[in-house]
């Protein structure tokens, strides 16, 4: 139970303060990206670091750079399939949804002996 009071307040935190950090800068657009992702990844590595120590919250780092990069790729996808294929939303983002599994577990398995 103590554990979920802590990702509760840690997490609550960072998300508060990437939120008032999101909203100080122009344009508002980017207060929606600095507000969910990138604090979540550090209240969970916080509580990683302290639970388990710095080896296991660097292995957790690693999946998450490996997720990055395969939302980058997905994103990139979404775009090619709905500018240039002219496809509707939901088969774009369904096609390009194997395009992220197959970057994300790719990018695990030859890399990530680590994580």
């Known amino acids: ?19 008032i950090l999101g909203d100080m800068l122009r344009p508002k657009s980017f207060a929606g990206l ?3 992702a ?25 999946t998450m750079i490996y997720g990055a990069i395969a939302l980058a790729c997905y994103s990139l ?6 500018m ?3 496809f509707a939303a939901l088969p774009a983002t369904i096609i390009a949804s194997i395009v992220w599994l197959a970057v994300a577990f790719g ?3 030859g890399l990530g002996g680590n994580a």
């Open 38 to 62: 990138p604090s979540v990844a550090l209240a969970t590595l916080s509580i990683a670091v302290v639970q388990h120590g710095p080896r296991h919250a660097a292995a957790e780092s690693w």
């Open 84 to 86: 240039r294929c002219r």
């Open 107 to 109: 990018l695990l398995a």
């Open 1 to 19: 139970m103590s554990e979920y009071l802590l990702r509760f307040i840690a997490g609550g935190m960072i998300v508060s303060a990437f939120a």
């Open 77 to 82: 996808a979404v775009c090619q399939l709905l």
């Open 34 to 36: 600095l507000a969910a």
